[in-house]
């Protein structure tokens, strides 16, 4: 049996309400399925923005072996997620 390398990116900024508001529900999502969503804000890191071409917030980016499989733009409810997460997982 293969190790999936599903990986998520969830881009913020501390300016942006829908992102406090998506937080918690990503959060919660990856945590019920055992998934690591690591956090790239965008005062702290700029460059990583343009590098995954991030152009609004809050967003949620999935990848599989560095090739991106999904994104999430905008407000992320949690259907919006779990679409993203059940991508990932169909790998």
Do not use: W
């Amino acid at each position: 049996m293969t190790e999936h390398t599903t990986r998520y990116l969830l881009f913020t900024s501390d300016t942006c309400t829908p992102c406090a508001k998506a937080k918690p529900v990503v959060q919660q999502a990856a945590e019920e399925r055992g998934l690591l969503v690591q956090e790239v804000n965008l005062q702290k890191s700029p460059e990583l923005f343009a590098e995954y071409d991030v152009r609004g917030v809050p967003a949620l980016l999935g990848f599989d072996l560095d090739a991106e499989i999904g994104r999430k733009v905008g407000g992320l409810d949690a259907k919006a997620v779990r679409d993203l997460f059940d991508q990932g997982e169909a790998l």
